[in-house]
């Protein structure tokens, strides 16, 4: 048997792809081919027909890929022609998992970051408004809840600026941006449709996966989860190239920090902040760095409906303070950032869209336009209806809540694939309870599931406390 040639596979029509193949006179006939499922799927092939195979010689961005392990710097055309094949198909997945260790090793400067970013931005479509002073916001992730661009996009969306939030679905949390919109409306948005959305109400919340806006960063994060390598070169150039692909002029970046979350210390946050910035400025894009308490989670449901239910009792006055506080604290900073209003006044302005409701009916009209029910109600939402409800065994003072485990409890509920399923937080750090009262509840589906949620807490310890001192409570 041979392997390792680098082939194109095309059908009668022209339809294409590259393959590496092996050769064997043991699996298949002479004159045949064995094609994989998903080649022939792409394809549209079947038994019996037939395909025409061309030999390609050796992509010339592995010798590129090869330099950058080797510790060299590349050229910006050397780094877009890596993407370029990469969209292209040319490379294959070890080949280009071989470029993402190589980013992980040794790091990009920032010349290859600006290169990287500008090849994502064109690796696929952009969004033209054609309109000034448009907005963007970003978290680097890690806490549960934190649903703040739900409340961020309505805000910032009563001014006349824009906002054309593209989001992301949960790859490892109970739930992401765009599955928790879509409790209430459609978010998987052609490009074109987004534009008129964005253009009439000045904001949408739609998946970027649905559209072909910086493809190649799709490619990559489907090969660097399964590694959990998160190199920073590419995280910047993955953030910052998705901004640029709707227009972004001003960016609010939000670093969680603290216990449990993606960046626990403050010095690699303003590291990373610092980072941002430079890298923001030589694009052309106007960036500001809020470093947030990242310690536990934010808002009190944990899941998609129990999330949007956070959202909706917000946007009417209500809510967790916490979720709310932060929404408004950054929306301020983002109205501050474009020039809306002066530095320091922020606060009391974006405070004002939730005081007189505004933001409200902001919220409802992008849902409306987006094909949801601009009326719905905090009683329509699909909660679970299996629940469990875990109290404290103990007196003394909540130390910590974890995201992690209150993210993997959720999760084994049945989050986000069942958009009911959850957990909502009833206490916060720094609350006194007494035993039996209640921290927690899960809620689920299906009685399996919460069965399954239940079991996993014999191992697990998602709040943990601090004794009282005698006397400590009034």
């Known amino acids: 048997m041979y392997w390792g040639y680098r082939t194109q596979v095309c059908t009668p029509k022209k339809e294409c792809v590259v393959a590496i193949v092996d050769v064997s006179d043991e699996l298949v006939k002479p004159g045949e ?44 055309d050397e780094v877009q022609l890596i993407v370029k094949e990469i969209m292209e198909g040319k490379l ?20 290859e970051i600006i290169a990287l970013t500008h090849a994502t931005v064109n ?23 934190n649903r703040t661009t739900m409340l961020i996009v309505p805000m910032i969306a009563c001014t006349d600026l824009y906002i054309p939030k593209t989001s992301s679905r949960s790859i490892t949390s109970p739930s992401g941006t765009a599955d928790t919109f879509e409790v209430l409306t459609d978010v998987e948005i052609e ?45 910047l150039a993955s953030i910052l190239g998705k901004k640029k692909c709707v227009g972004a002029e001003n960016v609010i970046i939000d670093i969680p920090v603290g216990r449990g979350a993606k960046i626990p210390y ?18 052309g894009m106007n960036i500001e760095v809020l470093i947030t308490d990242g310690a536990e ?13 956070d959202v909706l009792q917000v946007l009417e006055g209500k809510g967790p303070n916490d979720l709310r506080h932060k929404s408004i604290f950054m929306t301020g900073k983002l109205l501050e950032l474009a020039g809306k209003c ?7 302005v974006a405070s004002d869209l939730i005081r007189n409701g505004k933001a409200n009916k902001k919220f409802r009209e992008i849902v409306g336009l987006q094909g949801g029910n601009p009326n719905v109600k905090i009683s329509d939402l699909p909660i679970g209806q299996y629940t469990y409800d875990v109290k404290t ?55 399996t599931k919460l069965s399954f949620a239940i079991k996993a807490l014999e191992d697990l310890e998602p709040i943990e406390f601090r004794k009282m001192l005698l006397g400590s409570m009034s």
Request: net charge neutral.
């Open 33 to 76: 081919i064995g094609i994989f499922k998903d080649v022939a799927k792409d394809l549209n092939l079947k038994d019996g027909d037939k395909t025409e195979i061309m030999h390609m010689d050796r992509p010339a961005s592995i010798s590129y890929i090869k330099r950058k392990l080797d510790g060299e710097t590349l050229k910006p």
């Open 92 to 111: 294959s997945e070890i080949e280009t998992s071989a470029w993402i260790s190589a980013a992980y090793i040794r790091g990009f400067s920032d010349e």
């Open 123 to 145: 690796s696929g479509d952009k969004l033209e408004l054609g309109k000034k002073g448009i907005c963007d916001k970003h978290c680097v992730g890690g806490v549960v809840g």
């Open 191 to 235: 490009i074109e449709e987004m534009r008129k959305i964005v253009l009439k109400a000045h904001g949408a919340i739609v998946w970027g996966g649905g559209m072909n806006l910086a493809p190649v960063d799709d490619r990559l994060i489907k090969i660097r989860h399964p590694l959990s390598l998160d190199p920073e070169g590419m995280l």
């Open 266 to 283: 403050m010095e690699k946050a303003q590291q990373l902040g610092d980072h941002f910035i430079k890298i923001g400025k030589s694009i």
């Open 297 to 309: 989670p934010v808002g009190n449901g944990v899941g998609p409906a129990l999330e949007c239910r």
């Open 342 to 348: 002066n530095v320091g006044k922020g606060y009391d």
């Open 393 to 447: 065994e103990r007196e003394g003072q909540i130390y910590h809540i974890d995201n992690k485990m209150i993210s993997k409890i959720a999760r084994i509920a049945g989050a986000p694939r069942d958009d009911g399923a959850g957990v909502y937080v009833h206490r916060i750090r720094g609350d006194r309870v007494v035993k039996g009262d209640l921290l927690f509840t899960i809620y689920a589906e299906s009685e």
